[in-house]
């Protein structure tokens, strides 16, 4: 089948390579413009179009989705098929173009999850399943006819970024599957249907630690909001990333946010404003990601010290 490939980052990889690795045509991948990072503010390239390059396919990077040139390069194309995977929201003059239709690839089980952090979500607001759906596009986001979802078990120490590769595996799988029943006439579309719940974008002030809220909660956080763009909090002024944490049963009765006795010395327990939590992970500011007990021989955190109030905002 002719297809159009739309993505940006990593999530959307294994989506790319099954498709190209099944035999389809695909006419071009369509990316982001590369964008300056890193000190020296070099221009670098969106996962997909480094991989698009790899397997030797054209690439199309519009600064504007409703530019007639590219509208018209589209058009030229004569695709049966866009897929999105991790994308931009199209306007309808593109996803309206091939006669299939444009699919989409969602990391939740819609209508769950709606937005841009599905994944980020499930986690803080402690889902034990989550999943993939394919879907048509239409003009609302994350609204169009369901095709087909599957579902996977989430653990309860499970990171953001452990479920991210995980349904960047199992969603390209059912994007193959969605893509050969289409092409084969034998899938039906369907409305969704059930609870509408919504993935807005993670901001910096949902990312800080508020000790006061219970112990799964700011477990909760961590785990969904690592490794990227990470739980935060502060102590002595200075921003502490918190990239991987667990429950601990300490019975101390602390002032949140205090660091609380540990079952050993390099251990950090925090209080909360119901149990504790133990801290695993942690990344210092302008730092690399380090056990706990690698930072705490260079940056000893006594029993009793605080991390610094929560800032309401």
């Given amino acids: 089948m002719k297809l159009v490939f739309m993505g ?8 790319l390579d099954l498709l190209h690795a099944a035999g389809h045509e695909i006419a071009a991948v369509v990316t982001v413009p590369d964008k300056p990072a890193g000190r020296g503010q ?16 054209p690439v199309l990077q519009p600064d504007d989705l409703h530019d007639p040139i590219f509208i018209k390069r589209l058009q030229d194309l004569a695709a049966q098929l866009y897929i999105v995977v991790a994308f931009r929201i199209l306007p309808p003059a593109v996803f309206t173009l091939p006669a299939a239709g444009t699919i989409n690839l969602h990391a939740s089980l819609l209508p769950k999850y ?3 952090a599905p994944i980020n979500w499930a986690l803080i607001n402690s889902e034990t399943e989550t999943g993939v759906t394919t879907f048509f596009l239409d003009e609302k986001v994350d609204t169009g006819l369901w095709l087909k979802q599957a579902r996977v078990a989430i653990g ?33 579309s369907q409305a969704q249907s059930g609870t509408v719940t919504r993935a807005p974008k993670i901001t910096k002030e949902l990312a800080q630690i508020n000790w006061q809220q219970p112990a799964a909660q700011v477990h909760n956080l961590i785990r969904g909001l690592s490794p990227y763009p990470a739980a935060f909090t502060f102590f002595k002024g200075k921003l502490l990333k918190v990239l991987r944490s667990a429950l601990h049963e300490s019975q101390a009765s602390a002032a949140p946010g205090t660091i609380i006795p540990g079952s050993t010395p390099d251990e950090l327990v925090v209080a909360t404003g119901q149990g504790a939590v133990r801290i695993i992970e942690i990344q210092p500011e302008g730092g690399r990601p380090m056990a706990v007990a690698a930072y705490l021989r260079g940056h000893p955190i006594a029993v009793g010290e605080k991390f610094d109030a929560y800032e309401h905002h």
């Fill in 8 to 15: 940006t980052p990593d999530f959307a990889l294994p989506s």
């Fill in 42 to 57: 070099n221009l670098r390239p969106s996962a997909v179009k480094i991989r698009a390059l790899e397997l030797g396919l």
């Fill in 114 to 116: 709606r937005g841009a």
């Fill in 156 to 188: 309860p120490d499970t990171t953001a970024g452990e479920l991210f590769d995980q349904l960047s595996e199992l969603g390209a799988e059912v994007l193959l599957q969605t893509v050969k029943e289409l092409e084969a006439g034998v899938l039906q």
